[in-house]
């Protein structure tokens, strides 16, 4: 479950105002009540208070928590204390995976994952990972491990957004690395893509939003993450799981929502 609103949420909350608060808070325990067990957030979005409140009283080790790390924190030191912010908003002594959210060029890679290495090593965190990074960043970003590998990457992926396929996906297939797909839903687009998706949805009883993640999730080291801030579209999103696309429908699917962007990465 992802837990990035909107920008405008993280602007106010930043100033104190968490308008709906509650009802985000009341998504994320739909989702895990239902089975989900993935929280993704960051120190960014304002977001891991929240989360604090949704997994308390849970089993830790029945958890997935994982953060970010902002790109002016990527210095060791300033990465070091992020990290212990972010420990003590979401009320946890580690986390599942820790993730770079932006790469920073003015930062070498090294003592970034340097400080991730140390990081594991400790305790404190249990993998590291990378978000919105172009192929040949998350090479030379795995290159600068010296005990470890990175564990997974997020990107915007979706049926509408397809171009992790051009080199990415092969590369995280081949090589064992997750890809955690952000705005599965194309931003809310593919909730309301009845007509496209009628045959498909037809067949196998589902929504568009249903089907949209089945695709995702059904496609190898590929995880979706979808937002988690309304109960009813969560618990609509549970309905994605236990069953699995034919390849026919697949390919249906894919002939609506043509890759246009299967180009080599940057």
Not at 130 to 136: D, E, I, T, W
Not at 188 to 198: N, Q, Y
Not at 248 to 263: D, G, I
Request: glycine share 8%.
């Amino acid at each position: 479950m992802g837990t990035y609103y909107d920008k405008r949420w993280i602007r106010f909350a930043k100033h104190g105002w968490r308008g709906g608060a509650s009802t985000k808070v009341r998504a994320l325990v739909a989702g895990l009540d239902g089975g989900m067990n993935i929280i993704d957030s960051a120190e960014a979005y304002e977001s891991e208070g929240l989360v604090a409140k949704a997994i308390k009283g849970r089993r830790r080790d029945e958890l997935f928590i994982a953060t970010k790390v902002w790109l002016d924190h990527l210095r060791r030191d300033d990465l070091l204390a992020a990290l212990e912010r972010s420990l003590k908003r979401l009320e946890v002594s580690y986390v599942d995976l820790y993730q770079v959210h932006f790469p920073n060029p003015s930062v070498p890679i090294a003592e970034t994952m340097g400080a991730m290495e140390d990081l594991r090593e400790s305790g404190k965190i249990v993998s590291i990972g990378v978000s919105n990074f172009s192929l040949k960043q998350l090479v030379e970003a795995n290159s600068a491990l010296r005990k470890s590998e990175i564990a997974s990457i997020q990107v915007n992926y979706s049926l509408l957004h397809r171009g992790a396929e051009g080199e990415l996906l092969p590369f995280c297939q081949k090589n064992g690395i997750a890809i955690l797909a952000y705005y599965p839903l194309g931003h809310g687009r593919l909730a309301s893509e009845s007509v496209k998706m009628r045959a498909v949805c037809t067949q196998t009883s589902k929504t568009s939003s249903q089907v949209s993640l089945n695709w995702l999730a059904s496609t190898p080291n590929v995880f979706p993450i979808p937002r988690a801030s309304n109960p009813d579209h969560v618990r609509e999103n549970l309905g994605a799981s236990g069953w699995r696309l034919t390849p026919e429908e697949r390919a249906e699917l894919e002939r609506q929502f043509p890759n246009l962007e299967a180009v080599s990465a940057p």
